[in-house]
């Protein structure tokens, strides 16, 4: 199951008047994961879902959602019933009660899950009496996720689910998400810009800065390729240019040099052994280390 | 449930449009005694001449009946008025005001097409149209009664016919027009200038009259002549379709 992909995203470009939202955005969400798709405040990660959704039209490059062109309008409408979606400002109808927009949610998914509904509206406490714009941020993103779990959906896509939330609440969510995705089978999309979520709950991680994926893979295999290699040396640390492939970052401050590597610390260490350093320590990165080396220097 | 999420977003707007025609409606035959009284009035100014004085003599002469009356004082003026204001509240709204006051996302989301979307839209704001055209002027036949008159049924669904099918302009352009602009206002304040500009082109010219919008929303013809306006509502059965065409392009391509 691991090897077929639910999303596939090859060299997604699109402009808003002089802004580059997306510049040749690449990556794959393989059917069945739990895919934190993290980037900072504006780095193209909303952008890159609404294509998904089709709400949005890419300049250039192709999207597939279950093998299906989601830049066509039928394909798209295809992809939209097996899909649930959860906007990042929970956007849903001021005007109807929790019960109203239950029901006409449900009009739309033949698998609709109304035991599951009854359920989570009993668990999130949710007033079936009352108008969405009455909820609190909190209340609001629980109704969200009711409507977007109970379609019996083959794909969530949720773009920043615990935004603006408290810290209890964001966990109440989590731990919802979890459960659901622990008891059918379905693949999780999400974005995100905090990093402990992720980190928390997420399988396979892309990493966007600026409309560009720059890491992408299954969370344990990046976590294993990143090394940070700590070279102290008894004088001023040399100014050095690594050939070993996959230095993310080199920083010198005194008589200490920090390599951070994407492709493991071997060679590395051996190219470092030549500049006859007094230690060499090698560290794995967690992923807010890696977060924050790959996209501070970007930037 | 597309129709009932449209109706809950419409409601109020057709409800506080439905209640106002109908007091006018009510008020329309409730003063007409009180008008005729005021007719002698209305004979001496017209013997002044100039513009307005040929205007009141029209008037006089068209009310000197009470189906020339309720025309004039319905059909041409208050319903004519009145329902514009209520096709142009009506027309504005939809998935591009909505997305920047929230609910667009969740709407684009669901395995709906935006085609279907503009169609559930204009087919409920049409229908809502369709009651105030029809629903108050029965008012009238029912009302008259009361004051020893009475006004044909076939009147009203003549009328209310050439009021809605010319009519519908306005809520179409207005629809095409919230295709385009992000907030409610512009495209009701566009509409409202495009309606004056109309206006005032049939009083200037009177040669557009069998074209003009308002002549064709008032059916003068049919009082007048017994015959339907119909270059009037041909032309503008196909200016709405071509207005809702429109529209339907733009949401297709537009990004949200």
Redesign the interface.
Known sequence: MADRLTIEITDLRKRYGAVDALCGLTFGVPAGSIYGFLGRNGAGKTTAIKILLGMTRPDAGEVRVFGLAATNESASLDIRRRIAFVSEEKDLYDYMTVDEIIRFTSSFYPSWRGDLAARYRRTFDLPADRKVKALSRGTRTKLALLLSLCRGAELLILDEPTSGLDPAVSEEALQALVSYVDSVETTVFFSSHQIAEVDQIADHVTIIDKGSAIVQGALDDVRERYRRVQLVFDGDAPVVAFRAPGVVRVRREHRMLTVVSSAGADEIVNEARALNPASVTVSPLTLKDIFLDTVTKEN | ?LW??AW??TRWRFLIGMALLFIMACSVVLTYHTVQQLMPLASSVSRQGGALGRLVGEAAAIESTYRGYVWWQWFRQNLCQAWVLFALLLGTGGLTLQGTR?????T??????RTRLLAVRASTGLAELAVLAFIPSGVITVLSPVIAQSYGVGDVLVHGVCLFLAGSVVFCLTVFLSTHFADAWTPALLTLIVVVVLAAAEFVAPALAPYGLFRTMSGESYLLHGTLPWAGLIVSVMVSAVLLLAADRNL?AR??
């Open positions: 449930m009932h999420k809950l977003e929230g609910g667009a996302l969740y684009l989301s669901l395995p709906v097409s297709r990004d949200f």
